[in-house]
C-alpha cells in the first residue's frame, strides 16, 4: 500500500491467524441507552469514566446487566462484562503526584479529548457552537474535581486501591488503565 504519507511493503502472514473461539465483541457505552443495546446484543460493555462522575455510570452499568441477563448475540460469543477505562496515577503520595504534575496532565488531557471531539465529530453530535460549556462541563471546573468525583484514579497506593474496589463494586469487571 502507497500513499503520500505511508509506505507499507506488501508481507505475507503465515501461519494465519486463527481464534476459534472468535474474540469477544466490546461496544463503547456512553448512556444508559447505549449500554442496554451493547447487553441486548451479548457484547461487552466500554465505559469511558474519565468523561462524568464514576456514580453516573452505575446507572448505565446496571441497564447493561439487566439487557445482558437475556441477551440476542451478534456472535457466536456472548461477552457479559463490563470494561471501564480511566486515567491512573499512583504515586507514593498525593503531594508527590501533585508535584510529578497530575493536574497539568489530566487538565492536557482533557483539552485533548474536548479538541478531538470539536474537530472530528461536534458536527454529528451537536452543530450549534454555543453549546460548549453545556457539553463539556470538565472544562470550566477545577481538574481537581475529576479525582473528587472519581472520575480519575489518583493518589498514593492505598487510596488507588480504594478507588479502584469502588469501580469493582459498581460491577467494573475489567479496569482499563
Not at 15 to 35: F, H, I, L, N
Request: hydrophobic residues 40%; negative net charge.
Amino acid at each position: 500500500e502507497h500513499s503520500e504519507y505511508l509506505d507499507f511493503p506488501e508481507r505475507m502472514v503465515t501461519p494465519k491467524p486463527v481464534q476459534d473461539p472468535r474474540p469477544p465483541v466490546w461496544m463503547a457505552c456512553t448512556s444508559a441507552e447505549s449500554a442496554r443495546q451493547a447487553g441486548e446484543r451479548g457484547l461487552g460493555m466500554l465505559s469511558f469514566s474519565p468523561a462524568r462522575p464514576l456514580e453516573a455510570t452505575m446507572g448505565d452499568i446496571a441497564a447493561y446487566r439487566e439487557a445482558a441477563a437475556r441477551p440476542t448475540p451478534l456472535t457466536r460469543v456472548t461477552t457479559n462484562k463490563v470494561a471501564g477505562y480511566t486515567l491512573v496515577h499512583c504515586a507514593d503520595s498525593m503531594d508527590d503526584a501533585v508535584a510529578h504534575g497530575i493536574w497539568d496532565a489530566v487538565d492536557w488531557w482533557y483539552k485533548g479529548l474536548v479538541d478531538f471531539i470539536l474537530k472530528w465529530e461536534w458536527s454529528a453530535l451537536m452543530p450549534e457552537p454555543d453549546k460548549v460549556a453545556e457539553t463539556f462541563p470538565m472544562l470550566y471546573r477545577p481538574v481537581e474535581e475529576y479525582n473528587d468525583q472519581d472520575m480519575i484514579i489518583v493518589g498514593d497506593v492505598d487510596r488507588c486501591i480504594e478507588k479502584m474496589r469502588r469501580y469493582a463494586d459498581l460491577g467494573v469487571d475489567q479496569l482499563l488503565c
